[in-house]
């Protein structure tokens, strides 16, 4: 069976700290990161199999970076997993082009069955 990687990116390191100990707890293999610099580089070193993707990260924006993966010829497979606080979320995450969504705070047990439906949709 294929290992189960994720790509946090999130800006603020108490939630990157918590879904870490979460998804490596559901036997996911995880990559966190603070920042969307370089997004397709982060990618291609941690080959995920999902990433979730913040709204409010430095420098050019969640949305700006979901962008870029979902036109990359090679990455654009890859679900991504939108998540902010902000109220208007599914606006925000079909803008970027994500493929599901999530609103912060959200429960443990929504959470995990959204990374499970992310997995199953993934075409690698």
Not at 24 to 42: D, F, K, Q, Y
Not at 59 to 85: C, E, F, L, N
Request: glycine letters at 6%; proline letters at 4%; hydrophobic letters at 45%.
């Amino acid at each position: 069976m294929k290992m189960k990687r994720v790509l946090v990116c999130d800006d603020d390191k108490e939630i990157l700290e918590v879904l870490d100990l979460i998804l490596r707890g559901a036997g996911w293999e995880v990559t966190t990161s603070e920042h969307v610099n370089g997004i397709i580089e982060l990618i291609a070193n941690s080959n995920p199999s999902v990433i979730v993707m913040d709204n409010w990260i430095p420098d050019t924006g969640g949305i700006i970076a979901t962008q870029h993966i979902k036109s990359h010829p090679v990455y654009r497979s890859i679900p991504v997993v939108y998540s902010t606080a902000n109220d208007n979320i599914n606006q925000l995450a079909k803008q970027a082009g994500a493929d599901l969504a999530i609103g912060k705070p959200f429960d443990l047990a929504d959470f995990e069955q959204i990374m499970e439906q992310a997995y199953l949709l993934n075409k690698k």
